[in-house]
């Protein structure tokens, strides 16, 4: 028995020192990543390796999410002593053990903290994805404007000649909702989207993409977590969190909040089994408290609470050294990037406009090779023709000799019949007569005789004529072909531009008055200026929506519908005031509505 014992515990052990790596998987927005994990491995040190292999440096706003039962849950990544390892989280354990590596925090501006191209990119995935599944509600005209957008992302600037009809027709670009909720084919969506397409030309793939952020940042429902809650009484709500603050949201409506708690008025955040507790910032307000469904649900809302109040207090301080050098290093790459893409677009210029060059040279060369075949064609059928009209004079001269022959023939004939006619009267009078008839005869012969000479000495005039143009015809061939050959010039590329060199000096920060009043004024002319687009913007998709608004079906519109276009009918939501409103609170309008909100969550 103990020599059995002491078999199974070698085996073990054996298994142990074997079996030191287990399998991972993390899906990401852009591809699938394998990794082998040692045992001892904490989750820091996984989420550390998946960054390092994407290249993120802006790891704050991400994490790694695993399905557990029938709820997520986020895998624990700061250190402590005494964290958990990563085989110890509540998990399944079936290698490969999957991980999606997510955005788990959304920034409040977009434009002013994502800082990486592959942050950006990587939150346009997720946020396109969420729309298209309907995850975020996304109004008929935004669709349309966001799917131009991510078309550009994906083929650069339009271009009619490649980018032709039906070319869209295995994207997916709309969610289904919008799809369904207008009586128009797959063609007329196309058309519609690359209509705006075609406004975004020379924007690259960046931009288009954080245009497409922008747009979305400002849906109800981007970067929301809702919770299933209960009040005191029972009453079934939604907890919204997100990076704001806290949202108390009706069922049936995810896009109006009933109930706000921004992150500044909040105290501290404490869970007990199933009920959640929050303590305002003014100890003489009551405290916030709900139940969820599960224990589970409550560790998962609490990380985000945290997470989100973090995030939300650091972009109100200054900027640490590390996002100030990223920062700093995103300003030149950005530099960089534009003064290369001018250089090649004036390359291009450059290259398009030899090229039209050589095309006007070749066309001029094919034109000068027709001239000279035609003349030489002119000149071989001025050829023929003065062979033609020498031919013709040889035959008419021939037929004058022979006219001439006949004259003296009957002339000679004539003498003859005179000398006979003396014979008798009646030969005489015959004499005459036939003598009179050979007069005839020799006139008309005499005037045929003029005539043909006459149509040799212009037959002859012709065969002139034609040796003139001959040589006319051979001196304009021997001038086209004397003319010297126009070269083609090689293709003119500008020369290398001049090299830029960035250097540093040391900086130092010295925040005073006169400091503080330009930054404040350059952030009033910033926000001047994010008023006027987004004024444009609003112009551009109110304008989609009144092109497409004539094709709505009013019977196919959800709940999310209804209640969005109430939304804009009414204006700005509280929920769209809320960012606005948070420093300018006074004390005591804060104790005031605190109070007031708790109270009326109670009365739910």
């Known amino acids: ?88 989280h509540d998990m399944p354990k079936e290698e490969p053990i999957v991980f999606h590596f997510l955005a788990k925090f959304y920034p409040e501006n977009v434009e002013d903290e994502l800082v990486q191209d592959i942050t950006q990119h990587l939150f346009f995935l997720q946020v396109k994805t969420s729309i298209l599944e309907e995850e975020i509600y996304c109004p008929p005209e935004a669709s349309v404007l966001l799917a131009s957008y991510a078309i550009h992302a994906k083929y650069g600037d339009y271009d009619p000649n490649v980018h032709k009809p039906g070319f869209l027709s295995q994207e997916e670009l709309l969610p289904k909702r919008v799809i369904n909720l207008y009586q128009m084919t797959a063609e007329m969506w196309e058309e519609r989207i690359t209509v705006c397409y075609a406004e975004h030309r020379g924007r690259t793939r960046d931009e288009a993409e ?14 929301v977590n809702y919770f299933s809650i209960r009040n005191k009484k029972g009453t079934s709500l939604l907890l919204g969190v997100d990076a704001l603050g806290l949202h108390i949201y ?103 406009e030899a090229e039209r060059a050589r095309d006007d040279l070749e066309r001029r060369l094919i034109q000068l090779q027709d001239e000279a075949h035609m003349a030489n064609e002119a000149l071989l059928r001025s050829e023929e023709t003065a062979d033609l009209l020498a031919e013709k004079a040889q035959i008419a ?23 006979t006619a003396i014979r008798t009267e009646e030969e005489k009078r015959l004499m005459e007569q036939k003598m009179l008839e050979a007069e005839m005869l020799a006139l008309k012969m005499a005037e045929e005789s003029e005539r043909r000479a006459n149509e040799a000495d212009q037959l002859k005039q012709d065969l002139q004529e034609a040796r003139e143009s001959e040589r006319k015809a051979k001196n304009k061939l021997l001038e086209i072909t004397s003319k010297s050959p126009v070269p083609l010039s090689a293709n003119a ?101 605190t109070k007031s909100r708790v109270a009326f969550f109670q009365e739910l």
């Open 1 to 88: 028995m103990a020599s059995v014992l002491a078999s199974k515990m070698g085996l073990n052990s054996l298994r142990r020192k074997q079996a030191k790596t287990f399998s991972v998987t993390v899906v990401t927005m852009d591809a699938d990543l394998e990794f082998s994990c040692e045992l001892k491995w904490k989750g820091k040190d996984l989420f550390e390796l998946v960054c390092r292999t994407l290249g993120l440096r802006e790891t704050w706003f991400f994490g790694l999410r695993y399905d557990v039962k029938d709820t997520v849950a986020w895998l624990k990544i700061i250190f402590f002593p005494g964290l958990l390892t990563v085989l110890d």
């Open 210 to 223: 954080m245009e497409y952020l922008k747009i979305a940042q400002d849906l109800e429902m981007y970067g």
């Open 250 to 352: 009706d069922p049936s409506n995810k896009l109006t909040p009933k109930i706000s708690f921004p992150w500044n008025e909040i105290r501290n955040i404490s869970y007990s089994d199933k009920e959640f507790a929050i303590k305002p910032l003014d100890k003489r307000a009551d405290v916030f408290k709900f139940n969820s469904s599960k224990l589970r649900v409550n560790k998962l809302i609490l990380q985000l609470c945290i997470g989100n109040h973090d995030l939300f207090m650091r972009r109100r301080r200054v900027d640490s050294l590390e996002v100030q050098q990223m920062k700093m290093q995103a300003r030149e790459e950005k530099a960089r990037k534009q003064m290369e893409r001018r250089r090649l677009e004036r390359e291009k210029q450059l290259r398009e």
């Open 493 to 593: 590329l500008p020369p290398d531009g001049p090299n830029f060199n960035f250097s540093m000096e040391n900086l130092s920060f010295d925040f005073k008055d006169t400091d503080m009043k330009r930054l404040s004024m350059e952030i009033e002319k910033e926000k001047v200026e994010y008023m006027e687009k987004s004024k444009h913007l609003q112009e551009q998709l109110n304008e989609l929506k009144t092109e497409i608004e004539s094709l709505k079906l009013k019977e196919r519109e959800t709940p999310l519908d209804i209640l969005h276009n109430e939304n804009t009918e009414k204006g700005t939501t509280e929920h769209n005031c809320l960012h606005l409103s948070i420093f300018n609170l006074s004390p005591q309008l804060t104790l005031q509505s």
């Open 397 to 419: 001269e021939e037929e004058a000799k022979l006219l001439a022959q006949k004259a003296a023939e009957a002339e000679q004939e004539m003498r003859r019949i005179k000398v």
